[in-house]
């Protein structure tokens, strides 16, 4: 009687629930301390404290809970482009900000701005396969092209994928869940190869920079700008990540002032945001963001959780390459089976996603924004499962 | 370059977009307290102290800014069903309540877990015209019944209108803009033809009631209870107008445990609040709110403001229906045209709405969440106005 669409959506998905349901019975029957989950990219740190001494400020401030303009308030727009010029290496100004409801408001308002019926948006695997719901929403359909073996995007594969039909690709870096950083040469490649490919068909493919993970990056490692090296291309990210706040709701996207049909793109987003639903992002969160511009959770307890996890898996023979940031770690399924091997983790109680969650059936995720107990005391079910997955 | 469907709606839109610009300047030129602006519903009234009190409380508990089910946190959703059990007058459980991003997210969640391509859902005008766009966003059109004299909706008309193509009728009481509470016995009356008809269309019509006016009520009216009157029945609603917390977006909407697909129903539409993007309700909102079920700013301030407006423009000869809710009075414009009213208010520094925007091209609306003195500064223009329309 409800959609037919969501009625096969819930059914196809059902695979994900029954794993998230067959997790929360092994809590019940061993307590959750037993368990070890690794399932979900929920950061286990909490936000900075800076975060909770703005919050209850702005928070005693009683005037500012009505709506304001529906890309959001001025002053937090100027503040985030003054800082997201910094890291786009290009000058932003606050109109050029829409603030959202999370990067996954800010990636619908912009697709459904974007979407003609029929268009596809090209993504590279591994990737975030909530995309794929997210081009479905707005008439659209998501088209995968693999990525290289280092989880790098291969330019010429995106490039072989670009039709008439083709309305933007999405890049997301650094990568869930690869925790790949895309260096800047690929950028530049990148940026090249939508010029001349916008002009040879004659419209312009949009770049989509998904990057709620700039921030939580190892080693020195820097997220190279991506506004820089191509105009037709939008911002979409969040504050979840970096501030530990994901229940919160809180990001933009940022669109490059010198894209084409710049007008009508800036103003399409800000439409979009209003009659999805979203109306505008959060009033107390986006004033308490505009504060927080450059501060972020404390990374070092990230790469010891991740050199901890590594270290130990790496002595088992389970192989992977060392994410250079994000929180997930994308390890390679011993004989290619992804599901075989989550259901080995989940026998020692240790919850991972298969990687055909993500376009990569030869994978699976462990997400490690887990408190540092849970990777320690899941290390000897990593090892039972490898014995059992014939690698030892 | 961008989408041509959202390109059309921006030049339909520029209308108002006009009017808001027009105001903009006008409160530039001659400063924001000389200008009268009746034009959005956006409460001038601060939130309750308690409000703040517990939001206060809940900022300063720093653990709770995850993730939580998309649903929302389970002890909120039980606070909220307990509340709406009472005014719904049917026993509801936590399981049966969405969070949602406001109404507007609640309507657009439901509206994609019901709407098939091509499907129809029927509203009586006047009504709040973003609807049009919520039934457009999932593949839908709203289809518009005119409703009657007394801004009750007419549920012939309503019943005329339903094809098999029909998923469901949307039902906005308190009324946005008439400030009708359509009495209980329509209701009854509206649950027992949907039935009717859904048995011989062979087809469940839904009934969606978006009643975020629900405790904005004057003399000693209650709004009467609209899942006890049909089976197929969900609310939506939104802590926006009787917490005066519109920019934050918090509501929820709660699906018939004797709806007759209710486990599909309710499983949409959380999966759909994943894959619109909200992913899930704002969490310190949640939070906040769960503990203020029933609260809500002073009606009084409300009702002398009615009283005040109402009063004023009655001794002028402005024809209109005293509303029993919401803060919107819907006048009727002299010689039917709204727009020729609202360019005379304009031309005295008065920004009101016509109705056109509601369906009703003979009324124009007037919100009056405003300052007392926004209202009594506005009472010479008001005269002017009818002078030069010739009412005096």
């Known amino acids: ?160 994928a670009i039709t008439e039909k083709t309305a933007a690709v999405i890049i997301n870096s650094p990568n869930n869940p690869s925790g790949r950083v895309y260096p800047e040469e690929t950028i530049i490649a990148l940026g090249r190869m939508l010029k001349k490919k916008s002009s040879e068909i004659g419209r312009t493919v949009y770049l989509i920079s998904d990057e709620p993970y700039r921030k939580i990056v190892y080693d020195g490692i820097t997220v190279p700008p991506v506004l820089k090296h191509y105009n037709n291309a939008i911002i979409c990210t969040s504050y979840s990540k970096d501030l530990s706040i994901p229940g919160e709701r809180i990001g933009y996207a940022a669109v490059n002032p010198d894209a084409e049909d710049y ?35 404390d990374i070092n307890l990230y790469k010891k959780k991740r050199d901890m996890l590594a270290g130990g898996l790496k002595e088992m023979g389970y192989e992977f390459r060392i994410p250079e940031g994000t929180f997930y770690l994308l390890v390679k399924a011993p004989g290619g089976d992804d599901m075989k091997m989550v259901d080995l983790l989940l026998q020692e109680k240790i919850l991972t996603v298969p990687g055909r969650g993500f376009g990569v059936p030869e994978y699976f995720r462990i997400a490690f924004c887990v408190d540092e107990n849970v990777i320690s005391g899941a290390m000897d079910g990593f090892r039972r499962a490898a014995e059992k997955a014939g690698m030892l």
């Open 263 to 297: 007008d009508n793109l800036i103003n399409g987003i800000i439409l979009c945001n209003r009659i999805l639903g979203y109306v505008n992002a959060p009033a107390l969160m986006q004033r308490t963001i505009a504060e927080l511009q450059g501060v972020s959770v």
């Open 1 to 160: 009687m409800i959609s037919k669409r969501i009625n096969e959506m819930m059914e196809t998905s059902s695979f994900i629930r029954k794993m998230f349901e067959t997790g929360s019975e092994l809590k019940a029957k061993y307590g959750a301390e037993n368990v070890f989950d690794f399932s979900l990219g929920n950061p286990h740190a909490l936000p900075p404290e800076n975060f909770n001494s703005v919050l209850l400020k702005k928070a005693a401030d009683k005037t500012r809970h009505a709506y304001m303009p529906n890309a959001g308030y001025p002053d937090v727009r100027q503040k985030v482009a003054e800082f997201a010029s910094t890291e786009q290496q290009k000058v932003l100004s606050g109109d050029n900000v829409v603030m959202t409801s999370g990067a996954g408001g800010a990636l619908n308002a912009v697709l459904k701005t974007l979407l003609n019926p029929g268009d596809t948006v090209i993504a590279s695997t591994p990737c975030f396969m909530e995309y794929k719901f997210y081009c479905d929403n707005h008439g659209g359909s998501l088209v995968l092209v693999p990525g290289k073996k280092d989880f790098n995007i291969d330019v010429e594969n995106i490039e072989g």
